[in-house]
């Protein structure tokens, strides 16, 4: 396969960080995160923190909506729609299409941002899931963040409720499913090194 672009996915203290940017050095690749939406910011004229807040909470539509419940709304002369859900759309297709921009570029390690669903149908992109039980990830946490387990428990449950929620508004992904990707890393028993090792190498075969 010849590879130009690795997107890694992974679930909170899965270790993907760290294998994301452990697989970078191996092929010598660009490491790519935070610089999508410094990038995707720039192109909107807004902070990082505006489209950062995008990937993190539902739309300004999906609120509405779940304020209004089953409330009438009004249509015809005079109805109308705020402008900012038409920024949110825009911010959250700019998330996507700098993703494709930097995969075009080639030699990059794209983590996290659901680049692996938005350049599923792009040549030359390898992709990989890193995951985990909640069971050994909430250790993880805990032990990482000097915190109760039960607390850490809940942090996980909150953070793959957030990246399903993120997945289906982005992207329209209803279920994540193994089939998504070319790899699929369970991390409670393989180390990080190891983790990297699998995925430089497959991604090279």
């Keep these: 396969m010849d590879t130009s672009v690795i997107?890694?996915?992974?679930?909170?203290?899965?270790?993907g960080d760290d294998i994301a940017r452990a697989v970078?050095?191996?092929?010598?690749?660009?490491?790519?995160?935070?610089?999508?939406?410094?990038?995707?910011?720039?192109?909107?004229?807004?902070?990082?923190?505006?489209?950062?807040?995008?990937e993190r909470t539902p739309s300004l539509i999906d609120r509405i909506l779940k304020?209004?419940?089953s409330s009438p709304i009004e249509t015809g002369h005079g109805a109308y729609m705020p402008v900012i859900l038409d920024a949110s759309e825009t911010y959250e297709s700019?998330?996507?299409?700098?993703?494709?921009?930097?995969?075009?570029?080639?030699?990059?390690?794209i983590l996290a941002h659901g680049a692996s669903i938005a350049l599923r149908d792009v040549p030359g992109v390898f992709r990989a899931l890193v995951t985990g039980s909640s069971e050994v990830r909430a250790s993880r946490l805990?032990?990482?963040?000097?915190?109760?387990?039960?607390?850490?428990?809940?942090?996980?449950?909150?953070?793959?409720?957030?990246?399903?929620?993120?997945?289906?508004?982005?992207?329209?992904?209803?279920?994540?499913?193994?089939?998504?990707?070319?790899?699929?890393?369970?991390?409670?028993?393989i180390s990080a090194t190891a983790a990297a090792d699998l995925i430089a190498t497959a991604a090279r075969s």
């Design 67 to 69: 304020h209004l419940g």
């Design 142 to 189: 805990a032990r990482r963040g000097n915190i109760q387990e039960s607390a850490a428990r809940k942090e996980i449950d909150k953070s793959d409720r957030a990246r399903g929620e993120f997945l289906q508004r982005l992207y329209n992904v209803a279920h994540e499913l193994p089939s998504h990707y070319d790899l699929v890393l369970n991390t409670d028993r």
């Design 94 to 109: 700019l998330i996507a299409q700098v993703i494709r921009e930097t995969a075009q570029a080639g030699k990059v390690v």
């Design 24 to 54: 970078a050095s191996k092929m010598d690749f660009r490491f790519m995160d935070d610089e999508i939406i410094e990038r995707a910011a720039e192109k909107a004229g807004v902070s990082p923190a505006t489209i950062a807040n995008v």
């Design 7 to 15: 997107s890694i996915s992974r679930a909170m203290a899965s270790g």
